[in-house]
């Protein structure tokens, strides 16, 4: 057992690292993120090898209230004025369609060809790292955000061109971590030949755990878009695969990450029975 002395060094080295009050809680300090609605945060990352800034929404009732919230996953998180803009806006679209509240989480990124794109795709130069930035959301991002912050366990994964063929990529690879998708113009026309490859290798064996994938473009989107979607999307029917339910949305007369394809997305997720 540590003499008195001991703790009386412990507990004045903790005022000083402080600034002279004892540190609080990670869960404590949450709720002080909440009254504000927004927070920056710095998360060093091993397996990446660098610093990543991750933007958090809490949602208004979080400071009242001892609930658990599922987290919305965004991969292309951009500037922090541009995520508070989307925050608020989530926040306000999930209270207009009585959808529950949720911990917004924005993820910011540094190499997209690198982090996005699962094999190295000679037009895309540095691709072909997705397996270490999965890694990442799942080895330690997700361990901070549980650490820090009252989370239920439901992430629902978010991306937009790159980062929604990521998402469409990571639900094939690691369903148990990220069986929700919204993917807005995934961009599958980077390696059509992969993905087709990887559904027909894990979708027939899946586990039991219900996934569900949304896919939203316009119809006047970019090629590797408009081409190569539908393929996937009649392979999945031949599939058929257990577990798995999708959606695919076809927006008339609009283009390339059509502005509505998250709100449709979250809508059709959140109102399917887990």
């Known amino acids: 057992m540590k003499s008195p002395v001991w703790i009386l060094t412990l507990l004045m080295a903790a005022v000083l690292i402080t600034g002279g009050v004892p540190a609080r809680p990670l869960h404590a300090q949450a709720e002080a993120e909440a009254e504000q609605g927004f927070s920056s945060h710095t998360v060093a990352s091993r397996i990446l090898d ?5 933007y958090i929404g809490l949602p208004d009732s979080y400071p009242s209230s001892r609930s658990t919230y599922p987290v919305l996953l965004h991969l292309d998180a951009g500037s922090e004025s541009s995520f508070r803009e989307w925050n ?16 917004v989480a924005g993820v910011t990124n540094t190499d997209r060809n690198r982090d996005m794109i699962p094999i190295s795709v000679p037009q895309r130069p540095g691709s072909g790292e997705a397996d270490r930035f999965l890694e990442f959301l799942t080895a330690e991002l997700g361990t901070w955000l549980e650490s820090r912050y009252r989370v239920s366990g439901r992430v629902i994964l978010f991306g937009l061109s790159n980062s929604a063929l990521f998402a469409v990529w990571a639900l094939l690879t690691d369903p148990a971590s990220f069986p929700d998708v919204i993917a807005s113009s995934p961009t599958i026309g980077h390696c059509p030949e992969h993905i087709t490859d990887l559904a ?3 979708l027939p064996n ?19 878009v408009t ?33 509505s394809g998250l709100e449709r997305g979250l809508r059709w997720i959140m109102r399917r029975e887990r």
């Open 227 to 259: 081409r190569y979607v539908p393929a996937f999307v009649t392979l999945l029917d031949e599939l058929h695969p257990p577990g798995l339910e999708w959606e695919h949305v076809i927006l008339e007369g609009q283009g390339y990450v059509p502005p």
């Open 50 to 54: 660098e610093e990543r800034t991750i």
């Open 88 to 103: 608020s806006h989530i926040r306000n679209m999930l209270a207009q369609n009585d959808l529950p509240e949720m911990i």
């Open 200 to 202: 027909r290798r894990t």
């Open 206 to 224: 899946r586990p039991d755990r219900k996934s569900l994938l949304f896919m939203v473009y316009g119809d006047e989107d970019v090629d590797h």
